[in-house]
């Protein structure tokens, strides 16, 4: 199985954090599953990371590489595609980076790891 991860659920995983719930978990550290990380996800953490609303255990430049690597995650591409599907959301989410993880999810038809309800309002399979 492929999987997306939402943002919170690749930090609540690289941070050991009980609100990921046991089911992703097992998921996500199934070596049969293949974890995507959306360059997305990378690129809001970086965000908020320097804008000190998110505070990491080491600096990005160190941290991020080493869990994906550690983690055996493959990096999901921001494609063309992906934006046009993107376009053509409506307007159920309005944050960016969610919106653009929802437009990948149903491009790649990746099931996505995540806690966020308003992702139901979409045709995709949501995990948690």
Known sequence: MRLLLDTHAFLWFINGDNN?????????QDANNEVLISIATLWEISIKNSLNKLELAQPFEVLIPRELADNEFTLLPITVEHLIQLG?????????????????????????????????????????
């Open 20 to 28: 990921l719930s046991q089911h992703s978990k097992l998921l996500i």
């Open 88 to 128: 053509k959301l409506p307007f159920h989410h309005r944050d960016p980076f969610d919106r653009l993880l929802i437009a990948q999810s149903l491009c790649e038809q990746l099931p996505i790891v995540s806690k966020d309800s308003q992702f139901d309002n979409y045709a995709l399979e949501v995990i948690w």
